[in-house]
């Protein structure tokens, strides 16, 4: 009989933890609002105490997205704990995911604590817990590297304590199919209680088998698989949601496991996500990679055009790959923009298809044709649904090899408009310092990365960075058929982050208790 695997989506919060993938509370929402669209079964939002903006993503996530559980990652002590149970309250379903390593190494060396200590708080965190919900989830890092007879003991006192699921990581991607898959049946037949329970896998990609891993954990019996949309997670990062997934879909009789995703809503996620992050997968990425569903060859091509099946495994509609044709041009209207957004599958409200119609028609001046890809660059160019103080109004650059200078101008929270020159090495240095100039303030840039959105010498150049502004790490993206432009707009977009990240803290200083003050 076929089985029902729960999809435990971490993408906000140990996809989130990679390099780069920095997300503000109010991008994580719309994340979340997407994963649940996705129909993923659980949604690990964050970790309340790694920071502020952790715990106002969970609490913000929990208020409003409603129908998927919510999951807050917690270490096994009690501050942690109590800042998940509480950032969870207004949860329709919230669960706490408490977690401690197992392993040797890592008690040595990173705890510094023995076995028994790491039993005695591992118990403690379950039960401190359960007193927040009845749904617990017990993660035994490094379980993979941990002595079996050790990894057993611990199972079982979770489990006696209350916990619902237990997550037995490969966390530094050390283990291999068959092994990975022995040590859960090992488990479920040595420990009291483990039928009780869900099994649970988690596995990253060092070795680049967190796929195959998770497959073998869930013919071997696992109930849940934890995993993230493109893939995305410390280091090599995690199993990827949308190859689990697509391998049960294309592969029904050998991976034979349901589930309640929409496969036609995981390329949307993939694109949301590279889009808010700046991350793009790489091309030949499975499923959701640029060149996935390309065909260069002509004998393949040839193949494609006479039957699919000679080459596709599976139709990019099944996973929402829209076909990019020529979609609107200059003298498209309001109408057609917002239909051409209702059939990608974003209903814009009045505010929203303003802004992006304005974007659109001067794109339009300089762009003949507007594919699909262009229009989710213009929707994820700025900050939406959050006032932008900073605009960019005019912008001058002269460069050669002698070195650069730009002009700028820019409104900003102040009246009127502001300008300054500046000077640098390049046309993006000098427009950088002339920026810096005109906001008082010094701001460091950091993994700027361009890309081409669509083919063609007028295609739009999409611009993200992380910006180091009044000492908060944010990223910014810019789209425009200038790429010094681009790179113009997206410090911008990072400065009105900043600003908003600014307001909020000073609404919210009496509001958020926890902090240490
Ligand atoms: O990889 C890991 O072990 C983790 C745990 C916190 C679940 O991410
Ligand atoms: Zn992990």
């Given at each position: 009989m076929v089985r029902d695997v729960v999809i435990f989506d971490t993408t906000l919060r140990d996809g989130e933890q990679?390099?780069?993938n920095t997300l503000t509370p109010e991008e994580k929402l719309q994340l979340a609002r997407q994963l649940d669209t996705l129909g993923v079964?659980?949604?690990?939002?964050?970790?309340?105490?790694?920071?502020e903006g952790d715990y106002r993503g969970v609490q913000g996530i929990a208020a409003e997205v409603r129908r998927p559980v919510l999951a807050a990652l917690a270490r096994c002590v009690e501050r942690d704990v109590d800042l998940a149970g509480e950032a969870l309250r207004p949860a329709a379903r919230g669960r706490i995911h408490v977690f401690i390593s197992t392993s040797d190494i890592h008690l040595t060396h990173?705890?510094?604590?023995g076995r028994e200590d790491c039993l005695e708080m591992a118990r403690a965190a379950v039960r401190r817990a359960r007193h927040f919900t009845d749904d617990v989830e017990f993660s035994a890092e490094d379980s993979s590297r941990t002595d079996l007879d050790f990894l057993c003991r611990v199972v079982e006192a979770a489990v006696a304590e209350g916990a619902t699921t237990v997550n037995l990581p490969d966390t530094v991607g050390y283990a291999t199919p068959p092994e990975y898959a022995a040590m859960f049946r090992a488990v479920r037949e040595r420990v009291p209680g483990a039928d009780r329970v869900v099994l649970s896998c988690h596995c990253h990609d060092d070795l680049g088998l967190a796929v195959a891993n998770s497959l073998a954990a869930i013919e071997a019996g696992v109930g849940q698989v934890e995993c993230t949309v493109n893939g995305i997670?410390?280091?090599?990062?995690?199993?990827?949601l949308e190859e689990i997934v697509m391998a049960s879909r294309v592969r029904p009789q050998v991976v034979d496991f349901r589930c309640n995703v929409d496969t036609r809503e995981i390329y949307r996620t993939s694109r949301l996500l590279s889009h808010l992050t700046g991350v793009f997968p790489q091309?030949?990425?499975?499923?959701?990679?640029?060149?996935?569903?390309?065909?260069?060859a002509g004998i393949h091509q040839h193949g494609v055009m006479q039957n699919g099946l000679t080459y596709e495994i599976m139709r990019p509609e099944t996973v929402?790959?829209?076909?990019?044709?020529l979609v609107l041009g200059k003298h498209s209207g309001r109408h057609a923009l917002e239909r051409r957004y209702h059939e990608l599958g974003y209903e814009l409200g009045e505010g929203a298809l303003e802004r992006v119609y304005h974007k659109f028609t001067a794109l339009a001046d300089k762009k003949r044709q507007i594919l699909d890809e262009d229009l989710l660059a213009l929707l994820h160019d700025g900050f939406p649904d959050t006032p932008e103080p900073f605009q960019l109004t005019y912008l001058q650059v002269t460069c050669g090899t002698v070195g650069a200078s730009a002009e700028v101008r820019m409104a900003g929270p102040w009246a009127g408009e502001r300008g300054a020159a500046g000077s640098g090495d390049g046309p993006i240095a000098a427009t950088y310092a002339a920026v810096s100039e005109i906001v008082g303030q010094p701001i460091e840039v950091a993994n700027l990365a361009v890309q081409s959105v669509t083919p063609g010498r007028d295609s739009l150049g999409q611009v993200s960075l992380q910006a180091r502004v009044n000492g908060k790490s944010l990223s910014g993206h810019g789209a425009s058929t200038d790429i010094v432009e681009a790179c113009a707009r997206a410090l911008v977009n990072a400065l009105n982050k900043a600003h908003f990240a600014e307001r909020l803290e000073s609404e919210s200083l009496n509001s958020v208790y926890l902090w240490g003050v």
């Open positions: 990679a390099p780069g079964d659980v949604i690990e939002a964050g970790f309340p105490a790694a920071s990173k705890l510094k604590i997670g410390e280091r090599a990062g995690n199993a990827a091309p030949n990425k499975a499923v959701v990679g640029r060149n996935a569903f390309a065909h260069e929402g790959v829209p076909r990019s044709t």
